[in-house]
């Protein structure tokens, strides 16, 4: 075995769980270091308080003065928790979260110093953020861009640093990071789902998108992982043989979890619990030292919010454990990948979830109505659903029998199936009395039985019904939810708009009763969004066919798929419900676009270097001991010696043979990316990274695969399958 190989196995076998105290129950920390209402409550004045919850809840600002009294109460409260510095929190494009740390610290001269933090500093900073992805908005605008405190969202302390989440936008207002357009796509689909929500409750006042992820992972021992230079540079495996025993005996899901694993699980939970991060459940999924961690779900921007702070947390705490914690969503050829289904639903102030069947006939006509128009947002915009999710390394999940086919359908069970059928058949314009008794009975006043026993579950579905809520299953591990949920919420809030405004038309011009004029929207909606409603095997090729026929769009890579993000009918859309203007849209196709293209020639450089610099050399190496025994055989035998070296021969020519493959391969891939590079249109070098880069991975691979199974185990350098997914 290679040196490097046996340190990174030898150190991995020594390691022992850290052992996790566990003195309080998790209850009695949950939030401790967050400035919550809590916190609030005992830090602000009276005056502070209800400014910033008048903020929360109505998006009022803050008046400057009490700014001043916020900023010190928390520095207080920071302080009494020994941290040191602040820093704005955020999300640029990047999709990672950002910060920049300054110290309270401040000399006021004569030696002396103090711990200052004022109102200024909380509300607004201006990191120097020029090397941040903007997809051209700060050179054609204006250069700069500053972070504002996003009071709907508590700030939080992490390690010795309170962190205060804000929105990253330029000084002519365009909004340079994922939150902002999250946040304005909340307040679309607050106004347009209140508005609707009250035909079945006056009180309404808002309605609040709600989000629970669920996030899957991988944990590789640190050591093994560093010894992989394509794990270190890509997060995923480029190359590497499958083992003998994958995931083929159904051994790991919901297993027992291993004692290490365990111990990073409640370390992470605990950090978890102290931000605030409402983690609580966890266990094996069906890959090998594959796992997944969701919480109770939350208001969505609180909720992607802790998303993206729970990814950064991960990482920490995996390195105390010596864990490498993997988000890829395909780390590992031919084993499950990782995906991150979004939970969504839509709540009211009154609390009422507006996807969950009531126990009235007219409670259930309100579920039914976002229910529908829920469906009919999805196959209105199907293709924009797929260009939410899409990337370099989600495109290896899509399709791939493990995970949800790039084609957008909606899954809803039987029994829900047969009540839309049931509602298909209801009698356009004004309803009979007779008509109306039986939908109350039949039809609307049934629907919480069949959700009681409806244990309907399809797996291969991307977007699926689970009784009280849509889980978005498409999502991909890395992704930062703010992408997908902007572009759900913001759909499904034009499909509500435009319900009120024919429901109302109907009510004034046909004068139809309320619940009339819903059901005939409702029929009308049925009929037109058919073609997304899908119940069978999503994986199957038939699947494919069918959805070809409805017209359903099947973009396979990302490249493809990112268009519908630019089209004239999403930047309609988003303007329309005021999420994004026409340059924020450009601009976020184009740093998708481009991250695409940088992810792929990194792949394809690493993999050409480790094809070139580890595996060749290795070969040879191992040819050469074959030679000399040849050699050496032909001495001992004369002329008979080739009776004794038929196999050596073999292997000496398999050697050959994939040797050259792979050098060939390499230079026509390095051909392919240089003439990619040179190409001035972005879209253009995506296609062709996509189409004519990166086929060679598949065959480089291929070979260097075949060479791992013929050379001596002792040289190969690379540490192998079994070892980073079998050695604890
Ligand atoms: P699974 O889908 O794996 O069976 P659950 O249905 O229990 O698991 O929940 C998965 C996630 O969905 C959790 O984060 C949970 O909090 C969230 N969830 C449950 N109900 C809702 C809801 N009404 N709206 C949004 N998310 C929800
Ligand atoms: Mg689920």
Excluded at 204 to 223: H, M, P, R, T
Aim: proline residues 4%; charged residues 25%.
């Amino acid at each position: 075995m290679s040196t490097l190989r046996f340190q990174a196995l030898k150190e991995t076998l020594s390691r022992k769980a850290i052992h996790i105290e566990e003195s309080e129950r998790r209850s009695a920390i949950f939030g401790e270091n967050v400035f919550d209402q809590n916190a609030m409550l005992q830090c602000l004045t009276k005056d502070a308080y209800n400014s910033v919850m008048d903020a929360i809840e109505n998006g009022s600002k803050i008046d400057r003065k009490i700014a001043d009294q916020i900023s010190s109460s928390m520095k207080d409260w920071a302080l009494s928790k020994g941290v040191t510095h602040y820093t704005h929190w955020f999300q640029p494009l990047t999709g990672v979260t950002a910060e920049k740390h300054d110290a309270f610290f401040e000399t006021v001269g004569n030696g002396r110093a103090i711990e200052k933090f004022g109102g200024g500093q909380l509300v607004q900073q201006e990191p120097d953020a020029s090397s941040f992805p903007n997809g051209g908005i700060r050179n054609t605008f204006e250069a700069r861009g500053y972070t504002a405190w996003d009071p709907t969202s508590p700030a939080f302390i992490y390690g010795s640093t309170l962190c205060i989440p804000t929105v990253f936008v330029s000084y002519t207002g365009e909004a340079l990071d994922y939150k902002t357009p999250l946040l304005r796509a909340l307040q679309a689909v607050d106004g347009a789902a209140t508005a609707v929500a009250k035909y079945f409750d006056k009180n309404v006042k808002k309605v609040n998108a709600s989000l629970g992820w669920e996030q899957e992972y991988f944990l590789i021992d640190s050591a093994l992982a560093a010894s992989r230079p394509d794990i270190v540079m890509t997060g995923r495996t480029l190359l590497g043989h499958s083992p003998a025993k994958g995931q083929q005996l159904d051994d790991h899901y919901f297993g027992s979890i291993p004692v290490r694993a365990l111990s990073f699980m409640r370390d992470l939970e605990i950090e978890c619990m102290r931000l605030g991060i409402p983690v609580k459940t966890r266990h094996n999924e069906v890959a090998p030292n594959q796992f997944e961690l969701a919480p109770i779900y939350e208001e969505t921007n609180l909720a992607v919010d802790h998303n993206s702070l729970l990814m950064d947390v991960m990482g920490k705490v995996g390195a105390r454990h010596s864990f490498k914690v993997l988000l890829h969503e395909k780390p590992f050829a031919g084993i499950n990948g990782s995906g991150k289904h979004n939970n969504w639903s839509l709540s009211t102030n009154t609390g009422v979830n507006l996807l969950g069947p009531g126990k009235t006939p007219m409670s259930n006509l309100q579920f039914l109505t976002f229910f529908i128009n829920t469906i009919k947002a999805i196959y209105e915009n199907e293709e924009l659903m797929r260009a939410g999710i899409a990337s370099a390394s989600n495109d290896h999940r899509l399709g791939a029998n493990e995970a949800p086919p790039a084609i957008i359908s909606v899954f809803i069970g039987e029994q829900l199936s047969a009540v839309l059928k049931e509602l298909e058949g209801v009698t356009d314009g004004k309803l009979s009395p007779q008509e109306k008794t039986d939908l109350k009975l039949n039809v609307v006043g049934k629907i919480p039985e069949i959700l009681l026993d409806n244990t309907d579950r399809n797996r291969t579905s991307p977007f699926a019904f689970t009784g009280n809520k849509f889980e978005y299953r498409a999502v991909g591990s890395t992704a930062n939810c703010a992408n997908p949920m902007t572009i759900l919420n913001t759909i499904v809030a034009k499909q509500l708009k435009e319900f009120k405004v024919e429901v109302d038309t109907l009510i004034e011009e046909k004068d139809l009763k309320k619940d009339e004029a819903i059901f005939n929207v409702l029929r009308e909606y049925i009929k037109q969004s058919k073609n997304i409603l899908f119940e069978g095997n999503g994986y199957g090729k038939e699947w494919e066919k069918e959805a070809e026929k409805r017209g359903l769009s099947n973009n396979k890579t990302t490249p493809d798929a990112l268009k519908a993000k630019v089209s004239e009918k999403s930047i309609a859309l988003f303007k329309e419900m005021g999420v994004m203007n026409t340059v924020e849209a450009q601009a976020r196709y184009e740093i998708e676009i481009e991250e695409y293209v940088m992810r792929i020639q990194i792949e394809g450089r690493v993999l050409g270097d480790i094809a070139r610099n580890h595996v060749i050399p290795t070969a040879i190496r191992y040819q050469n001991i074959l030679i000399n025994n040849v050699t050496g055989l032909k001495d001992l035998y004369g002329k008979e010696y080739k009776k004794f070296a038929e196999e050596q021969l073999e292997i000496i020519e398999s050697i050959s043979k994939h040797i050259s493959k792979i050098n060939n391969n390499v230079t026509k891939m390095i051909n392919e990316r240089k003439k990619a590079n040179k190409l001035e249109d972005l879209e253009q070098k995506a296609q062709d990274y996509c189409y004519k880069v990166k086929p060679f991975f598949e065959e480089i691979r291929y070979s260097c695969d075949k060479l791992e199974l013929l050379v001596e185990d002792e040289l190969w350098p690379l540490t192998k399958y079994r070892e980073l997914l079998f050695v604890r």
